[in-house]
């Protein structure tokens, strides 16, 4: 079954230096890790790809900001230049901008032997900045 849900939400500080965090990771199709350390079958439902349908930004300050969005196809390393869809981008004082982007993320890129599953990359280059991502993770 299909799992409409909030993918993930974070609040950053990015007053003093910029502040960057991973707002939502594609779970990985064959491997679960447990607070033990063990790894096995996972027990739900495999997620083979999610839906982002929209993300929310929102500028919880008093001034005009920026903040950037990256998807990545493995966190492996920090974003890289084509990575961002958007860069240094302005938002107004106490300003929410909503975002449908429609993006599909798969679970292990194609083309990579990585265990690491794609990922959204948000950061507040300036200010405290809110990050919201709903959507979809389409199951097996």
Do not use: C
Not at 22 to 47: I, Q
Not at 124 to 133: L, R, V, Y
């Amino acid at each position: 079954m299909d799992r409409y849900k909030i993918l993930g939400r974070t609040n950053l500080d990015g007053t003093s230096s910029p502040a960057s965090a991973v707002l939502y990771k594609v779970p990985l199709p064959t491997k679960f890790e447990n607070t033990t350390g063990m790894t096995g079958p996972r027990t739900d439902a495999t997620v083979l790809y999610t839906i982002i349908s929209s993300i929310m930004v929102s500028n919880q300050g008093g001034a005009a900001e920026t903040f950037s969005i990256a998807v990545r196809e493995n966190d492996s390393s920090g974003p890289a230049a084509v990575d961002y869809i958007f860069k240094g981008t302005a938002i107004g004082a106490n300003a929410t901008i909503i975002i449908s982007p429609g993006v599909t993320l798969p679970a292990v890129p194609s083309g990579t032997t990585s265990e690491d599953g794609a990922d959204i990359h948000v950061t507040a280059d300036s200010g405290i900045i809110t990050f919201h991502a709903y959507g979809v993770e389409v199951t097996q």
